[in-house]
């Protein structure tokens, strides 16, 4: 029996871009065509097979600790990103700010999608979600110079709209466009004590 179910959900590529230096700042810089390796995008400074650990999983190892990389995208939907934009109170926000890598149309709270879910295009690429992308306050810095004033109210705005941070399970590529699958666990929501 299959873990994994395809379900009739489908989101269409709106969106796709790279972060070519993090030390430089969080900006994305859009592309047409993503090409999607096992380290990741080709391209995005947040790829490689490995990653420090950071604040998001200090809990588990001290910050610096060499871990598998399960960060090598920042998914999120244009749904989402319009409710942002609308609590910032502006009236669009562009996902280079959000160091965004896919953004895809169709998927109803695509931030709170079961960790493990898969989108797959019809290439065959697919990446994995891991878990939710807790929002910080680096994008505010690029939104904040270009739109004085508005760039504090980036976190609150984004927090359960942030979108997954995702890894690349097959290798292929995405095109603007193109539809996703998504796929999810074929597992009941975890309730301890319930058996």
Same mark, same amino acid.
Request: negative net charge; contains cysteine.
């Given at each position: 029996?299959?873990?994994l179910i395809?379900t009739?959900? *489908?989101?269409? @590529? ?5 972060v070519? !230096?993090r ?6 810089? /859009?592309?047409d065509v ?10 995005? !400074?947040?790829? =490689? ?5 950071? /604040?998001?999983?200090?809990? %588990? *190892?001290?910050?610096?600790? %060499? @871990?598998? &990389?399960t960060? %090598? ?5 244009? #749904?989402?990103? =319009? ?7 502006? $009236?669009?926000? $562009?996902?280079? *700010? ?17 960790? /493990?879910?898969?989108? %797959?295009?019809? /290439?065959?690429?697919?990446?994995? @979600? !891991?878990? #939710? &992308? ?8 690029g @939104?904040? #110079? $270009? ?7 980036f976190?609150?705005?984004?927090? !359960?709209?942030? =979108? ?21 666990? $074929? ?9």
């Open positions: 029996m299959p873990a395809p009739e959900h *489908y989101g269409t @590529i709106t969106w796709l871009g790279v070519p !230096d030390a430089a700042g969080l900006m994305a810089q /859009s592309r993503l090409t999607l390796g096992f380290e990741g995008p080709e391209g995005e !400074d947040h790829g =490689g097979l490995t990653r420090p650990s950071c /604040s998001r999983v200090v809990s %588990q *190892y001290p910050k610096g600790t %060499q @871990i598998r &990389n960060r %090598q995208l920042c998914v999120m939907s244009v #749904e989402e990103i =319009g409710a942002i934009a609308a609590k910032m109170g502006v $009236d669009r926000l $562009d996902p280079s *700010y959000l160091g965004a890598t896919l953004v895809i149309e169709g998927i109803a709270d695509l931030t709170h999608l079961p960790p /493990s879910s898969r989108l %797959q295009a019809a /290439s065959g690429a697919t990446i994995v @979600i !891991d878990m #939710e &992308n807790r929002p910080c306050a680096l994008p505010a810095r @939104i904040e #110079e $270009d739109m004085p004033g508005r760039g504090t109210a976190k609150g705005a984004g927090k !359960d709209r942030r =979108g997954v941070t995702a890894w690349v399970e097959r290798e292929g590529e995405l095109v603007l466009g193109e539809r996703m699958r998504l796929h999810i666990p $074929d597992q009941r929501p975890w309730a301890p004590g319930m058996l």
